[in-house]
Nanobody, 116 residues
Framework: QVQLVESGGGLVQPGGSLRLSCAAS????????MGWYRQAPGKQRELVAA???????IYVGSVKGRFTISKDSAKNMVYLQMNSLKPEDTAVYYC??????????WGQGTQVTVSS
């Protein structure tokens, strides 16, 4: 398992953009999948986006066309570019690596707040 550290969260106005970064402690080559979950206050954690080892991506419907997940295997980094942010995107965002179950690694989370 790799250790994951997220960064890039913060406060942004509606319509603004943020880029979240997830740094892995070791090689992410072959880790499948990697992605981002989020959890808003009082709500269950939900999958936001995921990327497979061969670059295929999936998104939850509410972020399609606004968020883009990408990775740089040479730098052991995964990114989430978030555009046209809405107040309902406010949540703690968690990076993860690996399949569901005991082999999955999680980051500590980064807060994203969208508010005017």
């Amino acid at each position: 398992q790799v250790q994951l550290v997220e960064s890039g969260g913060g406060l942004v106005q509606p319509g603004g953009s943020l880029r979240l970064s997830c740094a892995a402690s070791g090689s992410i080559f072959g880790i499948d999948p990697m992605g981002w979950y989020r959890q808003a206050p009082g709500k269950q954690r939900e999958l936001v986006a995921a990327i497979t080892s061969d670059g295929n991506t999936i998104y939850v419907g509410s972020v399609k066309g606004r968020f883009t997940i990408s990775k740089d295997s040479a730098k052991n980094m995964v990114y989430l570019q978030m555009n046209s942010l809405k107040p309902e995107d406010t949540a703690v965002y968690y990076c993860y690596a690996g399949p569901a179950g005991t082999r999955r690694s999680w980051g500590q989370g980064t807060q994203v707040t969208v508010s005017s």
